[in-house]
């Protein structure tokens, strides 16, 4: 049955399914039409719909399925207040050429480090670090347009080599328009993608890193996070230094 899905999940008729409920303004989502996919896979070998969670619950123990075997969100080690690990990454730079620089490099002496943020004031440093793909058409695909700007279905496989991660870092800055404050680095795949390893950044998550201690880690809420906690962290944090 799970092999099932997964040829189902992978076929041209699903993915189209999958494409037109990810498009920019549709009011369902992948996960409505992964749902449905299960469904009908229990129909197909005569079980009944009341079995869905059990079936759930036999995919996460043998991890055959898609969303299994490539979901990799972890919880992670790294607590507030830990010292942050210092990794090896690719920094991009704004003419497009590249250079090696570890993390910790990028931040300065009393001013929070935000990664994978936006620009909340002149207090804070930004850099955002490119990882592994959450949906990549060779693992996890789910043809989705949601998010992207002209409309087209993000179609790329899992880069297995440093300069396709940059090809399409680069690419992610040229749709989505990065600020130009915004250092841009980028998880090396040939390094096992250390940031991966020490950070456990997938698919999303945002940190404030300041004099090399972790000082906040977001908490993923429905497969999304409130950015708005972050900017009300650093309101408080400024407030605090500045009596």
């Known amino acids: ?3 099932r899905e997964n040829e189902l999940r992978l076929s041209q008729s699903v993915q189209k399914r999958f494409e ?3 498009r920019s303004g549709s009011k369902t989502d992948w996960i409505e039409v992964a749902e449905q996919i299960q469904l009908e896979v229990l129909r197909e070998f ?6 869905l969670h059990a079936y759930r619950c036999a995919a996460n123990d043998h991890g055959i399925s898609l969303y299994v075997k490539y979901n990799r969100a972890r919880k992670g080690d790294l607590k507030v207040g ?3 690990p210092d990794v090896s990454l690719i920094h991009l730079e704004k003419d ?3 250079r090696a620089q570890s993390l910790l490099e990028t931040q300065q002496t009393d001013r929070p480090l935000v990664i994978a943020g936006e620009q909340f004031s002149q207090e804070n440093d930004f850099a955002f670090v490119y990882i ?5 058409k060779d693992e996890w695909p789910i043809s989705s347009s949601r998010y992207t700007p002209d409309n087209e279905i993000v179609d790329v496989k899992q880069p297995k080599l440093a300069s396709q991660r940059v090809d399409l870092a680069k690419r992610f800055i040229k749709t989505f328009g990065l600020g130009s404050d915004m250092k841009v680095l980028v998880d090396n795949p040939e390094l096992g993608n250390p940031f991966e390893a020490a950070y456990a950044p997938w698919p999303i998550r945002l940190y404030v890193i300041e004099n090399g201690i972790v000082q906040y880690i977001s908490a993923p809420d429905e497969c999304t996070h409130d950015v708005s906690e972050l900017r009300v962290w650093l309101e408080q944090r400024h407030k605090v230094s500045s009596t």
């Open 1 to 3: 049955m799970l092999k």
């Open 20 to 22: 037109e409920a990810e």
């Open 82 to 84: 830990s010292k942050a």
């Open 96 to 98: 497009g050429t590249t």
């Open 132 to 136: 592994e793909e959450a949906h990549a």
């Open 46 to 51: 005569n079980v009944l719909p009341k079995a």
